[in-house]
């Protein structure tokens, strides 16, 4: 059991590592000057890590603006007051798609935001533990919790096997391109509307 266990630890560090890494690399694309002077208003975008859900200070359907969320964090070491110089668009659970599919809708906030956070794709890579399980098990896995049940139930063997199984080699990488591609049109999105933040 403790095998499967460490095992299933190495597949969610692999996909953590990854964002973390595509996380980084878009920290590098922010101009000197932005990062040299105090922003006079952020526009925050993401998923839960941004809202703050799970957080002790989180409340459902509450103010964004109360809990310690990394958009919080961020602002209140910047001096930035909720609402008046920092506004939250992150929702719970997007993906990369669905942030994608928002901006257009926030292209107002885009345009008079100095300073932009965007932190996504945690659901984008968590949509492919059910791919891992379905290859692991041999058949279509489609809930997270019945993923979870059949990787911690897996051998290393079943592991193993996906090392040459080019059907999950090919399905995974559709979903790291399809994340890569979304990641670049947000950027690209922002860029254009906000060419100075």
Do not use: H, W
């Not at 080699?169 to 999105?189: D, E, P, S």
């Amino acid at each position: 059991m403790y095998m499967k266990a460490l095992i299933m630890k190495k597949i969610i560090a692999r996909i953590v590592s990854f964002a973390a890494a595509i996380a980084v690399l878009a920290t590098l694309a922010i101009p000197s000057s932005a990062a040299a002077k105090k922003p006079e208003f952020m526009l925050a975008l993401g998923d839960s890590i941004t809202t703050g859900y799970g957080l002790d200070d989180y409340i459902t359907d509450g103010d964004p603006y109360t809990c310690a969320s990394y958009a919080n964090l961020v602002a209140n070491a910047l001096g930035l007051e909720g609402k008046e110089s920092y506004i939250n668009k992150a929702v719970n659970g997007a993906t990369s798609s669905d942030l994608l599919k928002l901006l257009p809708e926030i292209e107002n906030y885009l345009g008079y935001s100095d300073l932009i956070i965007v932190t996504i794709g945690g659901n984008d890579l968590l949509g492919a533990v059910p791919l891992v399980a379905s290859a692991v098990a041999g058949r279509t896995i489609s809930s997270l919790g019945d993923a979870i049940e059949v990787l911690s139930a897996a051998t290393p063997d079943q592991y193993n096997r996906l090392a040459n199984n080019t059907n999950f080699q090919t399905r995974m990488g559709a979903v790291f391109t399809k994340y890569a591609t979304n990641l670049a049109a947000i950027a690209g999105i922002i860029k254009e509307n906000a060419p100075e933040a």
